[in-house]
């Protein structure tokens, strides 16, 4: 399975940035897709998924900012991010999950937050 992960940056804060995260190469259904973020020092957390079914996750501190949606035809998934802060300065991982037993990271798109 590969990732392909595109839309990082720099960003003023209050700016808006679209992150895109493509999946190929495998012919099993995809259960659900998202994105983590991560700074040095600290764990990797969720910022955002979505279900086949359309239910969503949001980390509380990007809610009412971000939206995270999927293309199911295309097996991508987007994160709009909007109203960006420089605490959202992360680096950002596309996530998608086959099954409890199978899941796949893209290599990561540099999000930054500052004037």
């Known amino acids: 399975v590969q990732l392909v992960e595109s839309g990082g940056g720099l960003v003023q804060p209050g700016g808006s940035l679209r992150l895109s995260c493509a999946a190929s190469?495998?012919?099993?259904?995809?259960?659900?897709m998202g994105w983590h973020r991560q700074v040095p020092g600290k764990q990797r957390e969720l910022v955002a998924a979505v279900t086949s079914g359309g239910s969503t996750n949001y980390a509380d501190s990007v809610k009412g900012r971000f939206t995270v949606s999927r293309d199911n035809g295309k097996n991508t998934v987007y994160l709009q991010m909007n109203s960006l802060k420089p605490e959202d300065t992360a680096v950002y991982y596309c996530?998608?999950?086959?099954?409890?037993?199978?899941?796949?990271w893209g290599q990561g798109t540099q999000v930054t937050g500052s004037s």
């Open positions: 190469g495998s012919i099993f259904p995809i259960y659900a």
């Open positions: 996530n998608v999950v086959y099954s409890d037993y199978e899941d796949y």
